[in-house]
T-cell receptor, first 114, second 110 residues
């Protein structure tokens, strides 16, 4: 049973427009959420995170929104650039427990068209 | 910059072989992790370690074991490789929630 779900395996967006990537979770104990970006032949790299005490976190062109009641988070990229083309994974963790394990979604392939 | 290195980028092994995947990190992190990435399934945690000689099972430990003899090194062992272990293997280290990943090892078992 997947506790973190990314229901869109792929997304294509025109350069300069907004990219919105979505993620849903089922475990109400999750209290920290992250987005990772992965290029082919490279490991995932951390992009942005949000704690459950917030509903929005912004870092340059990237904004993450958290809706706890809906158990939904989204990543907005504005404006989208061709270099943003990658697989995006959302991940979640629980405060308790050793080593703060992350539970990952299945990923969304974003393609930004020039 | 945090650096996590993995011993091989590509590996081809035969069914039944014993396979070692090595991972080294240079940031003195206590926590290290092994994930596998498969299409449509994302990253799934195999094993993790929160200290030298300490290990815990992740979500899919069957068919794998690990070794952590030194803080900077975390090894994943496939005792008898099977074709369903063909996958991308990613090592990570980190503290708190942020993890730093290595480039991955693409393992093919034939």
């Amino acid at each position: 049973d997947q506790q973190v779900k990314q229901n869109s395996p792929s997304l294509s967006v025109q350069e300069g427009r907004i990219s919105i990537l979505n993620c849903d979770y089922t475990n109400s104990m999750f209290d920290y959420f992250l987005w990772y970006k992965k290029y082919p032949a490279e490991g995932p790299t951390f992009l942005i995170s949000i704690s459950s005490i917030k509903d929005k976190n912004e870092d340059g062109r990237f904004t993450v929104f958290l809706n706890k009641s809906a158990k939904h988070l989204s990543l907005h990229i504005v404006p989208s650039q061709p270099g943003d083309s990658a697989v995006y994974f959302c991940a979640a963790s629980v405060s308790s427990g050793s080593a703060r394990q992350l539970t990952f979604g299945s990923g969304t392939q974003l393609t930004v068209l020039p | 910059d945090v650096k996590v290195t993995q011993s091989s980028r590509y590996l081809v092994k035969r069914t039944g072989e014993k396979v070692f995947l090595e991972c080294v990190q240079d940031m003195d992190h206590e926590n290290m992790f092994w994930y596998r990435q498969d299409p449509g399934l994302g990253l799934r945690l195999i094993y993790f370690s929160y200290d030298v000689k300490m290990k815990e099972k992740g979500d899919i430990p069957e068919g794998y074991s690990v070794s952590r003899e030194k803080k900077e090194r975390f090894s994943l062992i496939l005792e008898s490789a099977s074709t369903n272990q063909t996958s991308m293997y990613l090592c990570a280290s980190g503290f708190s929630d942020r993890k730093y990943f290595g480039p991955g090892t693409r393992l093919t078992v034939t």
